[in-house]
């Protein structure tokens, strides 16, 4: 299944506000009030600034913080997807920026995040000249080819391990079976970092999605590997930990507005369901997904904990409506 990199994008950011605040922000950050919480305001956002109707190639982001004086202040965050060049950008981000300030009145920075090569669009600033007048507007940028893997590799901040796999586009391997190793060499080294196990769970799932395999065999080989690796040591990704917490406790955490990856018809957070509810939601929803992955009944069967017979009748189900 592909997932877009502008949802990927935005649910790792969300999910990891705070050590993205701290990684691209490191100045400021000290003096961000974190306790009061922090707003995501992309409602606001695409309200002031429609998506383009062409294939989006971007991701947006509007963050709003307090800081410790009580000053409210608002961060605007773009992310150029890999591979797309945008003359534009510049003036995009100009745009974004007085439109929220003339409806808001709201103090805002800007921040581009460059992921693909080409550094000719790798612009700091919007100028435009006109008959003796000038606009000029600067912004802060962060262009990942100037991050090696290795400097990544070696920064203790969460978000590292994130840019670091973001380089899985900007210098793909060849082949899938290379793509795999790499992503297998990404989740292996994460264990050695000192990073909370929800934290690594979630940088799991942006690693595996993040490129997407278009070998079949080798795709459900990896999948297999995160299961073998999960008996290791290695935290199981977001998809996986909601279905651990269903089998455990009857709960559903939900994917908040989703990332089109995981159990996009699960129960809304927090519910309590029964043992009957909780087969049914597995049966109609869990299942499909892991046999698209690659799973086998009987695997299904024992991750899920359900009987083979359900599991298969559940197939049967599911293949008969495809």
Known sequence: MKVSKDTLWKSIIESLIDDFLWYFFPAYADQIDFERGIEFLDTELQKLIPDNPGKKRHADKLIKVWFKNGQEA????????????????GLRMFECIYRIRDKFQRPVTGLAIYTDWDRTYHVKEFKDVFLGSEVSYKFNTYVLRDHSPAELANDPNPFAAVMEAAWQHLDKPKNDQSLRALKLDLIQRLKARNIPKNKISLIIDFIKYFAPFTNPEIKANFEQDLIDLSKTGIPMGLREAILEDVKKQGIEQGIE??????????????VEIGEAK?????????????????????????????????????IDEFLSRA
């Open 74 to 89: 608002w961060f605007l965050i773009h992310v150029e997807i890999q591979g797309y060049q945008d003359h534009l950008i």
């Open 257 to 270: 507005q989703g990332l089109e990856i995981g159990i996009e018809q699960g129960i809304e957070q927090g």
């Open 278 to 314: 909780r087969d049914e939601e597995l049966l109609n929803h869990a299942v499909p997904e892991m046999l698209q992955l690659g799973l086998d009944a009987e695997k299904i069967a024992m991750i899920l904990t359900l009987p083979l017979d359900a599991v298969q009748a559940a």
